[in-house]
C-alpha cells in the first residue's frame, strides 16, 4: 500500500509541469486524475468483493499488485517520449480534442492501476482482518493507514526532486520510479503469500488462504440487504463526503499553495507533505485510543470541524494574507482531521454492520466512495477552471472557489456525523464505547464484526 500511494500522487506535484510540458489544461488533469476510480465505480469494486471472498487474499493480492503493476506501465509509455508521435497518439488526439491524447492513455493506465489499488484495499483488510482476529484490530489498521500515508509524504518530497533530476524537468522520471517501486510491491506480496500459507498451515486455515467461513461469503442477496440499510447511507455519505474533500484536494493542493504563495513546485509540495505525516503520526495513536477509550462518532465530528476550518482558510484567507505560517499550519490541522476521521470511521463499520456481511460491506463502503473520488476531481478542475477565465498560466489560478466546495463537503459530512451520534445515543451501537473490554483485555471487538473471548 506504501507504494501504491506513492503512485496514486506521484504526478500531484507535477501538475503546472505537465500542463507546461504535454499541454494537459486543468480539466484534463481533473479528468485524467478522476479516472483511477472509474471501472471500480462501474461495477469492478463489487467484482474485486466477490472475488476476494471466493478466492482468497493471495490470489487476489497478486492479482490486484499486478493490475497496478499494469496500469503503471500504461501511464508511464503515455507521458513518454516513446509515445510522442506515434500512430496511437495521433489517434488519440483525433476525438475530444480538448484532452490530449497522452492524458487519455494516462488515465486509461491510471482506470487499471485504480482497480488494482482498490482491490489491494480491501484485500489488505481482510488480511489484516485475518492476521489480527481477537487482538488490536484498529491499531494494526492505523500502522497500515500511516505506512500509506507515510507513502504519500515520501512522494510529494521526491517527485519534484526527481523531475528536476536531469537538467530538464521530466514527469517520467518520478513514474517511472514509482513504477519500479510497483514491481517491488508485486514481489513483497507474492512473498507474503508464502507466509500466508504457512499461517494457514500453523493455524489450520483450510481454504482461500483467509479467515473466510460460508457466513462471510459476498451474497448477492445481501448487497439489497446492505443498499436497504439506513446506518450503511449515513456512514457511506459520510465517508465519500469526507474523502471527497481529502483525496481530490491533494491532487490540487501543491498548485493550490504555489498560486496563492508564489512558490515552485518543490517548496508547495515541501509545505504540503506535512498533511501526510502528521496523519501518519497520529492515526496509530488514534487507534490506540479507540481501541481502549472509545468516542468513534465524536471523533469523526470533530475531524469534520477541523477539515471545514482548514479548507474555509485556503478558500477565504490564504488569498487576502499569502503567509507560508498560515498555509503550514491548516495543512497540519488538516494531517490531524485527516488522522481522526479514518482511525475512527473504518474500525466503527464492525460495530454498526453484522458480521455475516462485513466484508460486503466494506466494499460496497469502498464503492460509494469511489463514486465521490471519480467525480470529484473532475469537477473541481472545472471549478477551477470556469472560476478562472482567460486564465493561461497555471501559477494564477484563484483557488477560492474550489475551495468552498471542498469546505462545503466537510459541513454535509460533519451533518452525517452528528446524525450518526444522535442515532448511537438513541439505539447503542456502541461507537462511542472502546473495542476493549476494560474488565477483559483479550475481548476485542474485531472487523469481522464479534467480540473475541
Ligand atoms: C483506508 C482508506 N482507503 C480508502 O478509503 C480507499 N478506498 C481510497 C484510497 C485512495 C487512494 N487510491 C484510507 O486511505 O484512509
Not at 471549478?383 to 454535509?412: C, E, H, R, W
Request: hydrophobic content about 50%; overall charge negative.
Amino acid at each position: 500500500m506504501l507504494f501504491a500511494y506513492m503512485f496514486v500522487d506521484v504526478m500531484s506535484p507535477l501538475q503546472s509541469l505537465i500542463e507546461t510540458q504535454r499541454g494537459w489544461s486543468p480539466e484534463s488533469f481533473g479528468y485524467y486524475a478522476g479516472a483511477e476510480y472509474i471501472f471500480n465505480v462501474l461495477g469492478f469494486l463489487i467484482l474485486a468483493g466477490i472475488i476476494l471472498d471466493k478466492m482468497g487474499v493471495r490470489f487476489t493480492g497478486t492479482l490486484s499488485a499486478s493490475l497496478m503493476v499494469g496500469g503503471a506501465l500504461i501511464k508511464l509509455y503515455a507521458v513518454s517520449n516513446m509515445f510522442e508521435g506515434t500512430g496511437l497518439e495521433s489517434w488519440l488526439d483525433s476525438w475530444w480534442t480538448s484532452m490530449p491524447g497522452s492524458a487519455k492513455l494516462a488515465a486509461f493506465g491510471f482506470m487499471i492501476f485504480g482497480c488494482g489499488c482498490e482491490m489491494a484495499g480491501i484485500t489488505v483488510s481482510k488480511a489484516i482482518a485475518k492476521w489480527f482476529n481477537g487482538k488490536e484490530m484498529a491499531l494494526a489498521m492505523g500502522l497500515e493507514m500511516a505506512i500509506a500515508r507515510i507513502g504519500v509524504f515520501a512522494i510529494f518530497s521526491i517527485s519534484p526532486r526527481l523531475a528536476d533530476w536531469m537538467g530538464t524537468p521530466t514527469v517520467v522520471i518520478p513514474i517511472a520510479f514509482c513504477s519500479a517501486l510497483l514491481c517491488i510491491g508485486l514481489l513483497c506480496f507474492i512473498a507474503f503469500s508464502f507466509m500466508d500459507r504457512a499461517y494457514d498451515a500453523e493455524t489450520g486455515t483450510s481454504k482461500n488462504s483467509g479467515a473466510e467461513t460460508a457466513e462471510e461469503e459476498f451474497k448477492v442477496s445481501d448487497v439489497a440487504k446492505i443498499f436497504s440499510s439506513q446506518l450503511f447511507w449515513i456512514v457511506a455519505l459520510l465517508c465519500v463526503l469526507y474523502y471527497s474533500a481529502i483525496f481530490p484536494f491533494q491532487r490540487y493542493a501543491a498548485n493550490m499553495l504555489q498560486c496563492n504563495l508564489d512558490l515552485d513546485a518543490t517548496q508547495a509540495a515541501d509545505i504540503f507533505r506535512w498533511f501526510p505525516i502528521g496523519a501518519a503520526i497520529l492515526t496509530p495513536f488514534l487507534g490506540y485510543f479507540l481501541d481502549r477509550k472509545g468516542k468513534g462518532a465524536t471523533m469523526l465530528i470533530f475531524g469534520a470541524v477541523l477539515m471545514i476550518v482548514c479548507h474555509l482558510t485556503f478558500a477565504l484567507v490564504l488569498p487576502s494574507v499569502p503567509s507560508t505560517a498560515i498555509a503550514f499550519s491548516a495543512i497540519v490541522v488538516l494531517g490531524i482531521s485527516f488522522s481522526l476521521v479514518p482511525a475512527a470511521l473504518w474500525p466503527s463499520v464492525p460495530k454498526i454492520m453484522e458480521a455475516r456481511y462485513l466484508g460486503s460491506a466494506y466494499s460496497l463502503i469502498f464503492w460509494v466512495q469511489n463514486v465521490g473520488l471519480c467525480l470529484f476531481p473532475i469537477l473541481i478542475g472545472q471549478v477551477l477552471q470556469a472560476s478562472n477565465p482567460g486564465i493561461t498560466d497555471p501559477l494564477k489560478y484563484n483557488y477560492t472557489v474550489p475551495m468552498l466546495v471542498f469546505a462545503s463537503l466537510g459541513v454535509l459530512a460533519l451533518g452525517f456525523g452528528i446524525w450518526l451520534k444522535i442515532l448511537d445515543a438513541r439505539n447503542h451501537y456502541g461507537l462511542e464505547l472502546p473495542n476493549i473490554n476494560p474488565t477483559k483485555e483479550e475481548g476485542i471487538m474485531t472487523s469481522e464484526g464479534m467480540t473475541m473471548e
